[in-house]
């Protein structure tokens, strides 16, 4: 989509933490429920998510289990460890508390007067 927007460098993790917490998934549906959940306007390269799950895996925030998927083909299933649920509140939280700074600042209208100056 033309209008899909960026994504900001490391929030592909979070993303990732958060499909996986509404229920287990496959790489491919992981893709697929960031896109639903964004009305299709986040897009993800698949070059970027596999090693984005190796990493939550290696890191223990992901478990795996391999099953057989809707198409019936074998794929490995993800699904958040305990620690991947405390990875995901405190993601959310560090994300939440940028976006307020960021808002804050984008509704600046002129700039405040510098230290020491009158």
Avoid: C, F
Wanted: hydrophobic residues 40%.
């Amino acid at each position: 989509m033309s209008d899909a927007a960026d994504l900001v460098q490391g929030t592909l993790e979070l993303l990732i933490l958060k499909a996986v917490s509404l229920g287990p998934l496959h790489g491919y549906g992981i893709l697929q429920r960031i896109e639903q959940l964004s009305r299709e306007r986040l897009l993800i390269q698949q070059g970027s998510l596999y090693p984005a799950l190796y990493r939550l895996e290696a890191s223990g925030a992901l478990l795996t289990e391999w099953s057989t998927s809707e198409n019936n083909r074998r794929a490995k299933y993800y699904r958040l460890s305990e620690a991947g649920r405390e990875q995901l509140a405190a993601e959310t939280e560090r994300w939440s508390r940028v976006a307020r700074i960021m808002s804050a600042i984008l509704r600046v209208t002129e700039a405040p007067a510098a230290a020491g100056q009158a």
